[in-house]
Each structure stands twice: as structure tokens, then as C-alpha cells.
């Protein structure tokens, strides 16, 4: 009778540690734990803003000039910086994340040295692998 009791006292607590770390896998993939910004706005404001951009300069026949060449690079450094972000303040909730995350960051530090190089194919190389990353990640956490 003991034994069955510590059995069933011992499923109750792992059955509860299930439930709380799902809450807090959940409030990670919305917010850190102690900054005031959701990842819907840094994803929004940051993620989505500089993809963006750089995607639309790596269009046509790409930068056409040192400066068009620095926003480039400047598109991709805010990216590979939010690559940290993103694992920062405990909002990583996966190996599904943590993955994306790492390609984020390897694929715009490429995109980074290939607009240091003027590079145009091996930029658009870089933004492929690293945009595949992002629908890898959305695919498992997006509402």
C-alpha cells in the first residue's frame, strides 16, 4: 500500500512539473522573463522589418553602390544580432528554436560578408538558407 502511494504521489508531481513547464514553455515563446518586449514586436519590428528590407535590395541586380551595399550589411547585422536576442531571457522554449536561431545567425553573418565583398550570388545564397530557418521556426511556434 506504500508503495503504490509513493507511485501516485510521485506520478502527481511529475504530472504537475508537465503542466507548469508547459505554461512556461508557452509565456517563452511570447515574451522573455524579464524584458518589457514581446517576440511578436522584436519579430515585427526587427526580424520582419530588415528581412524585409533586405530581401527587396537583393532583388534585380542587387546593391548598386557602396552605400546601397552598407544597408546591406547593416540589414544583416541587425539580424544576426536579434539571432541572440531571440535566445536571450529565456525565450528559447525548443531544439526546433535554438535551430532556427543558430541559422539565423550563421546565415546573416554570410549575408554580412558578402556584403563586405560586394558579393551578390553569395548574398542571395546567405538570405535563402537564412529565411528558410525563419519558416522552419514559424512553422512550430506561430499562432
Known amino acids: 500500500m506504500m508503495k503504490q502511494c509513493v507511485t501516485l504521489g510521485i506520478m502527481v508531481v511529475v504530472a504537475a512539473g508537465l503542466l507548469l513547464a508547459d ?6 515563446k511570447t515574451q522573455g522573463k524579464t524584458r518589457a518586449a514581446a517576440t511578436k514586436y522584436l519579430m515585427r519590428g526587427i526580424n520582419g522589418a530588415h528581412c524585409k528590407s533586405l530581401g527587396e535590395a537583393l532583388k534585380d ?3 548598386a553602390d557602396d552605400k546601397a551595399w552598407d544597408a546591406v550589411a547593416c540589414h544583416a547585422a541587425c539580424l544576426n544580432e536579434m ?15 535554438s535551430d532556427a536561431t543558430k541559422t539565423l ?3 546573416s553573418a554570410a549575408v554580412l560578408q ?10 542571395r545564397a546567405a538570405f535563402a538558407s537564412m529565411t528558410k530557418s525563419c519558416g522552419a521556426c514559424h512553422t512550430a511556434h506561430k499562432k
Open 105 to 107: 545567425r550563421e546565415g
Open 114 to 123: 558578402a556584403a563586405e565583398d560586394q558579393d551578390l550570388d553569395a548574398a
Open 61 to 63: 541586380d542587387g546593391p
Open 23 to 28: 505554461g512556461n514553455v508557452s509565456a517563452q
Open 83 to 97: 539571432g541572440y536576442l531571440l535566445m536571450d531571457d529565456e525565450r528559447c522554449p525548443d531544439a526546433t528554436w
